[in-house]
């Protein structure tokens, strides 16, 4: 249990660690694998124009990749509907199968709160059946 937990502080000085060091080792495009980005430099209106029209074509092809995705997102948020649609109707049988108990116990208490027949059954506070007895 010691050995366990030693292993698992040095685990997370590990991660914690590693994370620092990403933070600070320097200059991270998120989700840009491909270093055909030009960053602009220089004041010519030229090699502005073909940076630029690099950079649209570089993003251009981005934002198809990302398109691309779109048929899966449409897939999942169908499932997703999906499974709400069940979840819906476990809880609706849940709460069916609940007022049902619910209405058997009522049922059940209120057939022992009837009132005693008293032709069977004498009142016993009474004096007038006390005395026919």
Not at 96 to 115: A, G, H, I, Q, W
Request: hydrophobic share 35%; glycine share 6%; no cysteine.
């Amino acid at each position: 249990m010691f050995l366990l937990l030693n292993l698992l502080i040095v685990l997370f000085i590990v991660l914690i660690g590693t994370q620092i060091f990403l933070a600070h080792s320097g200059n991270i495009i998120e989700g840009i694998t491909n270093n055909s980005y030009q960053e602009y430099d220089g004041n010519d209106a030229l090699i502005l124009s073909k940076q630029n029209a690099a950079n649209i074509e570089f993003l251009k092809q981005k934002f198809d990749e990302i398109n691309g995705i779109q048929n899966e997102v449409g897939d999942i948020s169908g499932n997703v509907a999906s499974l709400q649609t069940q979840v819906d109707g476990l809880i609706q049988g849940q709460q069916d199968y609940s007022n049902n108990v619910t209405s058997s116990n009522s049922e059940l208490s209120t057939s022992y709160d009837e009132e005693p027949d008293d032709t069977n059954n004498p009142d016993m506070t009474n004096p007038d059946t006390i005395s026919t007895i």
